[in-house]
């Protein structure tokens, strides 16, 4: 045990509180072996998002106590392109052994665009075998990252811990899919702060025409002070303004997809619109940051909106933004057992899901679930809920409604996915069961997370 040990350490180098492999053959021969998982990190250098990992994120103990189990590979996108890679620094690898690295894991184990193009930040997990387990894109604390490396062990049918309390999955998570850049982004990610400062030269200068859109999503999508300071702006007073009502909608809706947590900003300057398709989309663009941040904003807005609508959207994004917050929990609690208004209702039990898991949030949903008398609008969103937040302590419960002739139809629908999701698949499969159950117009294509089509054969 001693001796592979020390040859384990021979070959890895340890950096950011985890061991990282610096030869890839051996680490994928090691990994089949010794029947360990793959753990794979996709990073850029200078991006804000692939920085926090290496700041908050790898140094976690329980993350680095996971990945003890695990053959773990970083890909460092800049090595080829760059004199000094602060990633393969941080890594602990040398220019070529991150170089080599890197261009076998972009070979065998990542999606690429039409242009090449792959996705970063992004965390892989793949069997002993190759077998593809799941993938995460872009952002993921280190709780959702503890959340995985359990998951990815259960999937592989490997002896593993059971679930943390209160742990989750990441938004943007795949199982089995690879997660593909759109064709025509040349970037897969972020700007740096360097091509930021660049982008914003350019944007100042030009007028608006082809290409400007997708420059200003990538700004948006970037978490720089400087971008954010200038999308908030523009989207204060510029095109949005001018264009109406309709591309404000459509930029907020934008914003909700793209932007990091600390573009939540846009959305309470928007909150109190007169337009009442305006505040919605600022209420779906919360529900879909998930940023404490945002939960004055959305409590305010709880105590002021008139349209039912709009309401409900506002109380699915106090249980995102507030998924963590024992005061959200009791409200929220509070809110389902006094509501009367069956959407309103099912969007409170609905958003349930988004809390951490507590035995109190679990009573409710299971005591509806079976309370043949409720509306079934009330007993799908709850199966929904449970799904959400991906408790797999009521996989059996979930398990008995999916089917049956007593079962009503869109119960029984619900159910089906749900324990697809519970036993590892994706929520897309559960957004039609919440668009029925809970009145939705508005898409949440950031939890709802799919892959990109598969291009077209040229």
């Known amino acids: 045990m001693i001796l592979s040990l020390l040859t384990t350490l021979s070959i890895a180098s340890v950096a950011g509180d985890i061991y990282w492999e610096k030869e890839y053959p051996p680490a994928r021969a090691r990994a089949q072996e010794e029947g360990r998982i793959v753990f794979v990190a996709v990073l850029a250098d200078d991006e804000a998002r692939s920085d926090q990992y290496w700041d908050d994120v790898y140094s976690d103990r329980r993350v680095r106590a996971h990945s003890e189990e695990t053959v773990n590979l970083v890909a460092c996108l800049d090595a080829y392109d760059k004199k000094r890679c602060s990633c393969a620094q941080q890594a602990g690898l040398s220019r070529d052994e991150a170089r080599y690295v890197e261009a076998a894991v972009r070979d065998e184990l990542l999606a690429k665009n039409a242009e090449g193009v792959v996705a970063s930040p992004q965390h ?19 709780d959702e990252m503890v959340w995985c490396f359990v998951n990815a062990r259960r999937r592989a049918g490997l002896k593993h811990d059971p679930m943390p309390e209160g742990l989750r999955a990441p938004v943007r998570f795949l199982t089995r899919e690879l997660h593909t850049p759109a064709d025509g982004d040349t970037y897969g990610r972020a700007f740096t702060p360097a091509e930021a400062k660049q982008e914003l030269k350019t944007m100042k200068a030009s007028m608006l025409g082809a290409g400007q859109g997708a420059r200003f999503v990538r700004l948006a999508f970037t978490d720089d002070k400087a971008a954010q300071e200038y999308v908030y702006k523009e989207l204060q007073s510029g095109v949005a303004t001018w264009g109406g ?13 793209v932007a990091p947590a600390s573009g939540w900003e846009i959305f309470e ?8 398709r305006v505040r919605n989309a600022c209420a779906v663009g919360l529900e879909q940051l998930g940023t404490s941040a945002g939960l004055k904003i959305i409590k305010t807005m709880l105590r002021r909106e008139k349209d039912e609508g709009v309401k409900k959207n506002w109380l699915r994004a106090l249980g995102s933004c507030g998924r963590s917050t024992s005061a959200v929990r009791k409200q929220m609690l509070g809110l389902a057992k006094r509501e009367r208004d069956p959407v309103l209702k099912a969007n409170i039990l609905f958003a349930l899901g ?4 507590h035995e109190d949030v679990r009573e409710v949903l299971v005591e509806i679930l079976h309370d043949g008398n409720a509306d079934v609008r009330l007993r799908t969103a709850a199966v929904c809920a449970i799904a959400l937040g991906r408790d797999e302590s009521q996989l059996e419960t979930v398990r008995k409604f999916a089917g049956g002739d007593a079962i009503p139809a869109s119960l ?14 994706d929520l897309i499969g559960l957004e039609a069961s919440v668009k029925d159950s809970c009145a939705d117009i508005l898409p949440r294509e950031r939890v709802f997370f799919r892959p990109s089509p ?3 054969p040229r």
Not at 124 to 138: D, I, K, R, V
Not at 269 to 276: L, N, R, V, W
Not at 354 to 357: Q, S, T
């Open 412 to 425: 029984s629908d619900a159910a089906v996915a749900a324990v697809a999701i519970l036993e590892g698949g």
């Open 354 to 357: 988004w809390l951490d898991h």
């Open 269 to 276: 300057y928007y909150a109190e619109h007169k337009e009442a």
């Open 454 to 456: 598969k291009p077209e």
């Open 245 to 257: 009502d309709e591309v404000i909608v459509r930029a907020l809706h934008t914003m909700g997809l």
């Open 124 to 142: 892989l997990w793949f069997s002993p075998t190759g077998e593809l387990l799941q993938c995460a894109a872009f952002e993921m604390t280190a």
